[in-house]
């Protein structure tokens, strides 16, 4: 495997929203069709954002499209931008890298109103949400992290470094 060809690279800086997520989908599309068989790398620096949008990305990427996708963390992801990570088939990170972890969110408009059932069902959904995100990271690091570690970690905001995410499975390699 070449290590990162250019023509054969997305990158993705920036927030995690349904426009991102859809031109990144756009090029890694591109780049498939070229070549099935080579790897394709998407370079990620991201605070995270908008939980449809990861979730869509994550399961397009590893249900749908299955490509050859090696994802690379490059000095901060956090939030969502680590499921758009662990979509990746290999995973690498700089030695600089963190990996910031906290408790799923849900934002509303600061001028919306909500009854106790509201209220209720956003909660229900957050939990079904991080369950899923959970499972996605004991699965995707071959339970290096189980669910509850991951739970743990997201509570406590946790922040991994280089060493720490390779060690917990959510790293494959860091780069020299």
Not at 72 to 88: C, D, E, N, Q
Not at 104 to 128: A, H, M, P, W, Y
Not at 147 to 175: C, D, N, P
Request: net charge negative.
């Amino acid at each position: 495997m070449d290590r990162f060809r250019v023509d054969r690279s997305v990158v993705l800086m920036g927030g995690i929203d349904m426009e991102s997520m859809e031109r990144v989908i756009a090029k890694i599309n591109e780049i498939y069709e070229k070549d099935r068989e080579e790897w394709i790398t998407l370079f990620i620096t991201s605070g995270g954002g908008n939980i449809v949008a990861a979730f869509a990305f994550y399961d397009y990427i590893t249900s749908v499209l299955r490509p050859k996708l090696q994802t690379v963390v490059l000095g901060y992801t956090a939030s969502m931008a680590l499921l758009v990570f662990l979509a990746g088939e290999y995973r690498l990170i700089d030695p600089h890298t963190s990996l910031f972890f906290h408790e799923l969110k849900r934002v509303q408009d600061k001028e919306d109103k909500f009854t106790r059932v509201d209220l209720e069902r956003i909660c229900s959904d957050i939990k079904v949400d991080m369950g899923y995100f959970t499972k996605i990271m004991e699965t995707r690091t071959n339970e290096k992290t189980s669910v509850e570690m991951a739970e743990e970690m997201m509570r406590s905001e946790m922040t991994l470094y280089a060493q720490q995410a390779f060690e917990k499975g959510f790293a494959h390699e860091i780069l020299e």
